[in-house]
């Protein structure tokens, strides 16, 4: 009988000079936003007595909304970078406090459902590059980095990169050997500087090619966006290491914001 009445009221609506169908509402997608029985079977809605929230979709969508983040990310970079923050540990501003800063920009940024789907790093509990590293592992949000080029399309706006000593190279990646934390975190772990990734350019097949670094540099330059990070970061210097810090080898990678675990059918950031 419904179906009925449905073919019958499109019939009469067409018959009426095709002011639905035609003009106002040129197609079954538009007729459907004002028929409400028609509507369950709207392209991308639920089920026929299904019903989503407002609030369910909004939050949704506010967490998976990549171009939101890049967004935030750029906007939050360029504040902090017109404040010439010089580096200085005991501020907060050294690479890992840099990290911290926009870190806790997206976290109060996030709409406070979406928040709740996420964990981040305490700044007085998870202080050093190092200490956040393994944070990041033991929550299953950490990507060892032995082929650079391999793992380069990992990298995105919100991306957090680690990187080695200066001038070193390591193979055989561990978490032991990258942070230490079986002695305290100490400075004989690998990584020494970390950073967030506020921008990527690619290549005509997808793939990335340079992004832009916002971190905490070094005593000589206030905290900043860097954007030579590629596969040959110089060409006067062709050793230095892919999508490298400089000559900083990249050895590891998380995404900024971490789903919880159990957690489905919300895309992190």
Known sequence: MKGLLRGLLILLLGAAGGY??????????????????LQSEKEGNSEPGEQVSDSTAQMAASCAEDEALHAK??????????????????????????????KDSVQQWLPADCADHYLFPDYDLIRSSRQIADWYYEQGNLTLVEDPMKERN??????????SKPGK?????????????????SSIGAIMHIGTVVDV??????????????????????????????????????????????????????DIATKKRGEEGIEAP
Not at 20 to 29: A, D, H, K, Q, S
Not at 75 to 92: D, I, N, Q, W
Not at 154 to 163: A, Q
């Open 20 to 37: 639905y169908l035609g003009t106002e509402y040129p197609n079954i997608t538009d007729l459907r936003e004002k028929i409400p029985f």
């Open 154 to 163: 990992k990298i995105k706006p919100g991306s957090v990169m680690f990187y």
């Open 73 to 102: 990310l750029l906007s939050v970079s360029t504040s902090l970078e017109a404040m010439k923050l010089p580096y200085v540990a005991s501020k907060g501003q050294d690479c890992s406090g840099i990290y911290h800063k926009m």
């Open 201 to 254: 350019e690619k290549d005509e097949k997808g793939n990335v090619v340079q992004y832009t670094l916002m971190h905490g540099r070094n005593e000589r330059h206030p905290a900043s966006r860097t954007d030579f990070h590629k596969e040959v970061q110089s060409k006067s210097n062709p050793n230095l290491p892919a999508f490298g810090n400089w000559s900083q080898q990249w050895v590891a990678i998380a």
């Open 169 to 185: 190279r390591y193979t055989n990646l561990s978490i032991e050997l990258l942070t230490a934390k079986n002695q305290n975190y």
